[in-house]
């Protein structure tokens, strides 16, 4: 026939390449209504093949192919192929069915994992059976008794779009078998050869020509299974070999080990499954005297035994050389197994308890309202049992709400006369059930400790079955492993029976052809049968390794999706891409004591969130059904996942050590076990200390590739992994007091750790350098910790608070001892010590457990989380306490000088967790200069791009080289200040290197970052700038001088890294401010942490040469891009937005595909859900409305939804966050707020990680988001939470949100609808609508260029809250003003107001640029703006684009003068602040005369500022008191205008009222004011109104 396509075929098919390639339209839109039909029907033996052109992944599923009666040329095709009926059959995923039904379950191979290129074919063969052909190898029968006329059938669904027929031919090893048929089934009337006896003769016929016996034989292994292996017969080298072998047992055939092991298996299963429905006597070969023909027995075991195989296997005799005979026992085994497959398979019965739902052909049962039943779930079988059957089911679902779970048994209860009782233990009679552990007899417990699994333990997928043996007694099994007898003497009639209770939902029963069934029964009759059963492919090894056996390599038996390579020593998840779960794989063996098992990472894919997961199990892999993920197994398991590690998928410790998901390719992770019982984990080789204590002895190592993690392999050499540290002494790391200090000062803060030896509830993790108090929320006290060593004379030990409970009374405590941590008894707290103890206990100095002084210069109660705390013994005995690097002054002094002290932190009360920090060691942390080399770190490359330059004003004795790239200073020690020649953008590092120094000098290099405009200086370098760093205070600057952090010349930190007084030349410093807001030092490539927090985003680098450092040059590099592409700094985003960058994509950057999101069936009980789960809405009540998406939202994708609905009736709002743990079977509360298990909640304008408060004043009120807003949370690459407001990121909420994690919304009070916003949304801007890309940036976008690119018209934007008071009561004020609406604007979306949460919500700056060349100006925050009508005759457009921006505070009485001349003019002004009054002719009035006013007829002057916090104080802005015609309240008033002044027009002056203190921190005092005269040199843009 040919191999075409009939040209009819579903809606959304496309056929071209002559009928041979057929495609889905629209494949990302729509998934089905794709079905293409052959154009001939099939004749027998022909193979319809087809490959696979192209898949997509945006659905699930994939081809489906088969065969139907069905003319095309008439059919009604149904929108998928399972639709079809009318004799269809067809092969989908790895099930068959008929007409729509399944027939059979797990058949060949699964075409949900083809992938393009794979081909598949369908043939019905000459004796009507339908096979399916993948890529060239038959699967089977798949069914049978199929009509001759049948048509091939391909639904291109779900992920498959496009496929071609390839062929429609004959596979090319059925030519010739016409006659061969007929012989075949001449043979298959005595009986065809078994498994077992091919194996046989092909491991015989093997052993001739090698001489090496592999395998044993069947019978032998069914001797052994029945316990007489002294019994078996030996198959004699004379047996004839079959006539016929499958094609890889042909006699010129070198078997691999792996088809020995399938060969293997097989030969098991099929005794297995023999076993399972005969007798147990399989009787196989087991009386070589009982003879007989092979025929006549071969027809006996073909007849109706029901026992199984007992009768075939009399005609077994090993002498009969006839294959007739050799396989006459088998005959048996196919008809018993095949007798699963009738109508008389065991399905559940259809009269069950009165909650059960029915599916699947009565396979499966499901409990209706699972969430609010918990019993009334019992079903029963539809016959009863048989002897030796197995009946088993497989837990599909589990809800976790309820205590106790499923209950299986058996009873002799016929349940059509049963009343179904609630719960099947409340039967009294005739009930044998499992429930837990133990065993019920009618109701009652007869056996409490039946097993080691419990079945409230077991999870989805794991199976649970029973047998009734002929000898009457009860069996169970889980998942696959027999638990023994659970009762004798068992009735022999009786039926299965199933309680769903509690926590079990949904079951479904398992058949014996179940392959997933099969390879967990041969792992356990290996198990059985070899003492290798940890390695059977290496015992199966032709030439085995003499080392093998202790040889740590992965377990065959691995999870679904993933696969071992390279002898064992490689894992991998062959579609990384595809899947990013059931990639579990284990040890071959157990962990031997202090064994270190290291993997190193060999792949990463970046799709997916989450990494590598590593642990160990008691659980052997050859009896584990793997789970999806290995936290999900809930007995036997501890498991280090990102930072923190859990056991039995609990977590048990929160900030454990190094994040597993930030490690990268070629990292390495690792685990032992010690002799003590603790767990220890690795990354990179470095310990990260004890994670878990009273570890068993025999357990397995386990990696889960999850996520990113796509291929890992063994590392097999231990020689270069350090050794354990031993924490109870020095060991090799303790440095000497006069040992130099390593550059990172690492080395003097590396060997202060906790010791090993702490209180009670204390725990130490991450190395030894965190310490904290476990259920922290019931204990107060009994967690004391002490330094792992003495401190020497002089070091500082210093700790940070990382986490606080607001339970207690109290805080940490803090001291020292001279007790050795050995000879410590801890007590409930340090003070209850009565000897050689010194501690700080709130404000009080405590010896021995005594006050000795109160008030002490600090109160370690009054500390919050981020304060650091640190202590120190000088040489003369003194006691030293620094709070946030500052010394606090002598606590107490006499303590003795040459005695031994430790440091002791009591975490006590509120203090939960602290950590020791990189600056505890000696105070002074100075370098040797014989330490810094350009090799003591690795060299930091600059990125391609063009080399950073210097801005050209600087201090009066530098001059500058190389075009910008060097800086020398020329005279004296100081005026050394240069700036980077533009702001740095965020993480964008500026290095430099040192050329010279000069060692007359005392005092080095100092560096940091400054808001101080460098174009803003005046141009003669000889005066404007401070002669050091450290004296510039003009503007906001943080610096590093030696080891001090300084803000404006004040000491924020002490000791922070190495000091720069000791650096000399070809040493390299660099700064950085990173995405977080901190500041970063960089020397010799090295990150020293961050130095300050808080700092602005618009900062210059700047250095000063001061000292002995006479010269450096710039050694890094800005990334390259083009001049036209640089961001502008509008008023909708910062000055080069790299959150921008990530939301609008330009169209030459690859935009990544963001994950389709939709809220999850499970939600508060008055949500519903409507539009696909895009859209949820309560609809009652004002609480129980939490919802969660179906999705984790995988990192640095934003998930973002509108408020649709609110109803002013209730008060408060919404809130938002994620939740770090599966939401599928959480119980809601009634609100988010009642959630205390990894939470992270945004409620009002304050952050709540598990319920407590750990940020204040963050973002906008989000009680306050009116109907329209556009909310959203994206968590970054380094685990961020950021809130989106309108497309606006509002900054760093919280930190180290785990992954994978789920956005949760909660629908409370006003808030009563919101939907998923699945199309990308502009973010709202301040002053520009106007979202671009960088390609569309025009030259003008320079912030040191010629113009911005920044259109000057009023934006057509609305201001985001719609429903501010605040605005409202502005409006009505300036009713009050009685002021012609034809000044105003018509159209109200230009009117901002400038409240905290308005403009929180649009996501303000503080700060922005306009003009040429740009100048700052600051946004009127408190005030409300109404856009004033411009003239059309300004020509807006074009001539003002260039104008800056400033502010005019003025009266009341002023406004209306002000507006008719569209100019602000002195002379009719009635503030006589406003400007210099003078007499004007025309006019009859004077203004008050001013000290400094100018002479008369002089032009007036009108006095302006880029601020407002100083255009609007009271001396230029008088305020007025008014009633507010609605609430009937008087409030005060102040007016200003929001002008445009021509640039050169105007003269930057200091301001003139006198005061000293800093008015705005952007805006030096000595030019904060603008002084213009000219007329036309100032635009009114908007008037500006302030209400207190």
């Known amino acids: 026939m040919a191999a075409e396509l009939h040209p009819r075929s579903g809606k959304l098919i496309g056929l071209s390449n002559s009928n041979r390639t057929a495609q889905r339209n629209q494949p990302v839109q729509e998934f ?162 078994s498994p077992g006896a091919l194996m046989t003769e092909a491991c015989r016929d093997h052993e001739d020509r090698t001489g090496a016996l592999v395998l044993p ?82 027809a006996r075991g073909a007849g109706g035994n029901d026992n199984g195989i007992g009768g075939g296997a009399e005609g077994g005799s090993s002498t009969n050389n006839s294959p007739s005979g050799s396989s006459g026992g088998t005959a048996g085994m196919s008809v018993g197994s095949g007798g699963m497959t009738t109508n008389d398979a065991l399905l559940f019965h259809e009269k069950c308890g009165t909650l059960i739902k029915l599916s699947n052909n009565n396979k499966t049962a499901e409990r209706r309202r699972p969430l609010d039943e918990f019993n009334n779930g019992v079903v029963m079988t539809n016959r009863p049992l048989r002897h030796n059957e197995m009946f088993e089911i497989r837990i599909d679902k589990l809800v976790d709400k309820w205590s106790g779970s499923i209950e299986i048994g058996v009873t002799t209860h016929n349940p059509n006369n049963l009343d179904y009782p609630a719960t099947m233990t409340n039967l009294r009679s005739g009930t044998i059930m499992m429930s837990g552990c133990g065993i019920l007899t009618n109701g009652k417990g007869t056996r409490r400790e039946y097993c080691e699994f419990s079945l409230d333990e077991l999870q989805e997928g794991d199976h649970i079955g029973l047998m009734r043996k002929a000898s009457g007694a009860l069996h169970f099994y889980i998942n696959g492993i027999d638990q023994g007898v659970a009762a004798n003497q068992t009735p022999g009639v009786v039926y299965g029976v199933v309680d769903l209770y509690g926590m079990a939902v949904k079951v479904t029963i398992v058949h014996n052809h179940n392959h997933s069934d099969r390879l967990r029964r041969n792992n356990a009759i290996m198990r059985a049968l070899s003492p290798d059963v940890g390695r059977p492919r290496p015992a199966l090894s032709l030439t085995p390794d003499p080392e093998a056996p202790d040889r740590l390599l992965f377990h065959p038996n691995c999870g679904q999706k993933a696969a071992i390579i390279g002898d064992g020593r490689t894992a991998l998840r062959p579609h990384a891409t595809d899947d990013f779960n059931h990639g579990v794989v284990l040890s071959n063996r157990p962990l031997h004591s202090n064994e270190v098992f290291q993997v190193r990472i060999d792949k990463m894919v970046d799709k997916w969130a989450g990494s590598i997961e590593i642990g160990v199990t008691t659980h052997n892999p050859a009896y584990l059904q793997l789970p999806s993920t290995m936290t999900n197994l809930r007995s036997g398991t501890w498991m280090m996942t990102g930072n923190g590690v859990m056991h039995n998928g609990t977590t048990i410790l929160d900030e454990y050590g190094h994040n597993l998901d930030r490690l990268k390719a070629g990292d390495t992770v690792g685990v032992v076990r010690k002799d003590d019982g603790s767990l220890h984990f690795f990354v990179n080789g470095v310990p990260q200390g004890p994670a878990a204590w009273n570890v068993p002895p025999s357990v397995y190592a386990v990696v889960d590739l999850y996520g990113q993690a796509a291929q890992a392999t063994i590392m097999d050499d231990m020689a270069d992994l350090p050794p354990l540290p031993d924490d109870s002494s020095e060991g090799p790391m303790a440095m000497s007091p006069g040992s130099p200090c390593s550059v990172t000062g690492a080395s003097a803060a590396s060997d202060l750790r906790f010791h090993q030896l702490h209180g009670t509830n204390a725990v130490i993790t991450n190395g030894g350098r965190t310490a904290l108090r476990q259920n922290c929320r019931s204990e107060f006290n009994d967690a004391i910790v002490i330094s792992n060593r003495c401190l020497r004379d002089g070091e500082l030990f210093e700790i940070v608070i990382q986490k606080m409970v607001d339970r207690w009374s109290g805080s940490i405590e803090a001291g020292v001892t001279a007790i ?13 010590i009565d000897y050689d103890t010194w501690m700080l206990s709130g404000t009080a100095i405590m010896q021995d457990g005594n006050t000795m002084r109160n008030n002490y210069g600090c109160d370690l109660d009054s500390l919050s989380t981020g304060s650091r705390i640190g202590m120190m013994r000088t040489a003369s005995g003194d006691l030293h306490y620094y709070i946030n690097g500052v010394d606090q002054g002598v606590a107490c002094t006499g303590l003795p000088p040459g005695k031994e002290v430790y440091a002791v932190i009591d975490l006590y009360g509120q203090c939960v967790q602290v950590s020791i920090t990189s600056s505890s060691g000696p105070l002074d942390n100075s370098l040797c200069t014989s330490n810094i080399t350009e090799k003591s770190f690795p060299i930091h490359s600059p990125v391609a791009g063009v080399a950073h330059r210097l801005h050209n004003k600087h201090g009066k004795n530098v001059v500058l080289l190389g075009d910008g790239c060097q800086a020398v200073r020329v005279g004296g020690y100081a005026h050394g200040i240069v700036f980077s020649a533009k702001e740095l953008k965020t993480d964008e590092l500026f290095e430099v290197k040192i050329n010279e120094v000069d060692e007359q000098w005392s005092g080095s290099l100092r560096i940091g970052l400054t808001t101080l405009q460098p174009p803003d200086l005046p141009s003669c370098p000889l005066s404007g700038l401070s002669p050091s760093l450290t004296q510039l205070r003009s503007k906001v600057t943080w610096l590093l001088a030696g080891s001090e952090v300084r803000r404006n010349g004040v000491l924020q930190r002490q000791n922070y890294a190495c000091s720069l007084d000791r650096l000399t030349v070809g040493n390299r410093v660099g700064v950085k401010r990173c995405s977080d807001d901190t500041m970063h030092i960089f020397i010799d490539g090295e990150d020293m942490g961050p130095a300050a927090t808080a700092v602005a985003k618009n900062v210059y680098a700047v250095l000063d040469l001061y000292g002995k450092v006479t010269a450096l040059s710039i050694v890094s590099s800005t ?15 910062d000055s080069c937005s790299e959150g921008e960058e990530d939301t609008t994509p330009c169209e030459n950057e690859p935009a990544l595909v963001p994950m389709s999101m939709a809220f999850l069936e499970n939600h508060g009980k008055n949500i519903q859900l409507s539009n696909q789960n895009l859209t949820a809405a309560r609809v009652s009540s004002y609480n129980q409305g939490l919802l969660v998406t179906a999705q984790a939202l995988p990192r640095q994708q934003l998930f973002q939804f509108q408020i649709d609905r609110l109803n002013s009736s209730w008060t408060s709002s919404l809130s938002l966050g ?120 025009e030259k003008a976008d320079m912030v040191d260029g010629i113009k911005e690119s920044v259109c000057w018209t009023p934006p057509p934007e609305v201001n985001p ?95 209306r003068r002000a507006l008719d001349h569209s100019q602000l003019l002195a002379a009719e002004s009635s503030s006589v602040f406003s400007a210099s009054p003078v007499k004007v002719e025309g006019h009859g009035s004077y203004g008050e005369p001013e000290e400094n006013s100018a002479p008369e007829r002089e032009i007036p002057r009108v006095r302006l500022s880029p601020t407002m916090r100083y255009s609007g104080l009271e001396v230029f802005a008088p305020k007025v008191q008014f009633r507010d015609p609605r609430s009937l309240r008087c409030h005060h008033a102040q007016v200003g205008f929001q002008v445009c002044v021509r640039p050169g027009s105007y003269k930057v002056g200091p301001q003139s009222l006198g005061v000293s203190e800093s008015l705005d921190p952007r805006f030096s005092n000595t030019e904060i004011e603008w002084i213009t005269k000219e007329k036309g040199g100032t635009l009114l843009y908007g008037l500006l109104i302030r209400v207190e």
């Open 32 to 193: 089905n209504h794709g079905l293409v039909l052959s154009r001939e029907p099939l004749r027998d033996r022909d193979v319809f093949t087809v490959r696979i052109d192209k898949k997509v992944n945006s659905w699930s599923g994939s081809i489906e192919i088969g065969v139907t009666a069905l003319d095309p040329a008439a059919l009604d095709f149904p929108s998928s192929a399972t639709g079809l009926k009318g004799g269809s059959w067809i092969v989908s995923g790895c099930s068959v069915l008929k007409d729509g039904r399944s027939v059979l379950e797990e058949y060949g191979r699964d075409l949900d994992q083809l992938g393009e290129g794979d081909r598949v074919g369908i043939q019905r063969n000459g004796r009507g059976e339908l096979h399916l052909w993948v890529n060239g190898q038959d699967c089977g029968t798949a069914a049978s008794g199929l009509p001759s006329r049948l048509w091939a059938v391909v639904d291109l669904y779900g992920k498959c779009t496009q496929v071609t027929v390839v062929s429609c031919e004959p596979p090319p090893d059925t030519e010739g078998e016409e006659h061969e048929e007929e012989e075949e089934e001449r043979e298959e009337e005595v009986a065809p050869a």
């Open 217 to 298: 034989t069947v019978p032998a292994l069914a001797a052994v299974m029945n316990g007489s292996a002294e019994e078996a017969p030996e198959v004699t080298r004379g047996q004839s070999r079959p006539d016929k072998f499958p094609n890889n047992f042909e006699s010129d055939t070198v078997l691999t080990e792996h088809q020995l092991f399938d060969v293997f298996n097989n030969a098991i299963v099929s005794l297995y499954r023999s076993e399972g429905e005969g007798g147990e006597d399989l009787g196989i070969g087991s009386d070589s005297s009982r003879g007989g023909t092979g025929s006549s027995n071969g």
């Open 820 to 832: 050795r941590p050995e000879e410590l008894e801890f007590p409930n707290t340090m003070t209850d």
């Open 1119 to 1133: 990334v390259v891009e083009d001049t036209e592409s640089v961001k502008a700094p509008s008023l909708s985003s």
């Open 1218 to 1337: 994620v939740i770090g743990h599966s939401p599928d079977r959480l119980n809601f509360p009634s609100t988010a707020c009642c959630l205390k298990r990894s939470v992270w909640l945004l409620q009002r304008d304050s952050v709540f990680h598990n319920s407590l408060k750990i940020c204040e004043n963050y973002g906008p009120n989000l009680d306050t988001c009116p109907e329209g807003t556009v909310l959203g949370v994206l968590v970054d690459a380094n685990g961020c939470l950021h809130l989106y407001v309108n497309g606006m990121d509002q900054g760093v909420a919280a930190q180290d949100i785990p992954s994978p994690c789920h956005p949760l919304i909660d629908l409370y009070g006003q808030c009563e609808q919101v939907t998923i916003v699945t199309n990308h949304v502009p973010a709202v801007g301040a002053e520009s609508s106007d979202v671009r890309c960088q390609g569309d940036m």
């Open 1361 to 1455: 809250n719609k429903t501010c008071e605040y605005q409202a009561l502005c409006s009505r004020f300036k009713e009050l003003l009685t002021l012609p609406d034809g000044y105003f604007n018509e159209d109200a979306k230009y009117n901002l107001c400038y409240c905290e949460s308005c403009h929180k919500l649009r996501g303000d700056e503080a700060y922005y640029k306009r003009g040429e060349p740009p100048r700052d100006y600051a946004l009127p925050f408190g005030w409300c703006r109404f856009a004033l009508r411009i003239k059309p005759h300004c020509e807006v457009s074009n001539t003002f684009k260039k104008w800056h921006i400033a502010y005019h505070g003025t009266s009341v009485g002023s406004l």
